[in-house]
């Protein structure tokens, strides 16, 4: 239950940063995923648990992109749109982690919910990814990751995980009109065509 409330208090600090844009998100994304390495193995959440190990991979790359990602003329990477052309990869690959994660999960685990860990930690990898890109749709893949997370935590009995990652859902609508805002004024119209 401790470590359940410190890791919740990281993700408050995590997801201020997100919504701020803040380049400092990514080393907090460091810390965060250790913290849930033991809360997710003692829960039996093991897609969850070896979800962290990403998330800290995906922090580091994160966090180089951002700070070393520059735009030709030396200005930092603006917050733009999904590009049309990744968007049936990404279902294909959301589609194929989520197989290979449940396949792992049934057959090498004692795991009670391997379809939802699954399924939230295979969407995850494209949200991180997404968010690594500053792709304002990232807001709504974590929308739907965040709601059906916080579900099975509340299952799983991880209350303080289950209670931010609602909480995450709603900072999660605030942040895409947020990062809509910074948007450069032809997208945003784009966007609400």
Known sequence: MTLDMLGCIVGLIY???EYKASIWLWLTGIIMPVIYMFVYYEAGLYADFGMQIYYTLAAIYGFLYWKFGREKDGEEIPITRYPHRLIFPSLLAFLLIWGALYL??????????????????????IGLWALAKKY?????????VDIELAGLYLYKEIPFTAGLYAFYAVIAVAGYYKWKRSLPQP????GSA
């Open 15 to 17: 997801i201020y940063q």
């Open 104 to 125: 792992i999960l049934i057959n090498f685990t004692n795991s009670n919910v391997p379809v939802l860990d699954s399924f939230g930690n295979a969407l995850s990898f």
């Open 136 to 144: 304002i749709e990232q807001w709504w893949i974590w929308i739907v």
């Open 187 to 190: 997208l945003q119209k784009e």
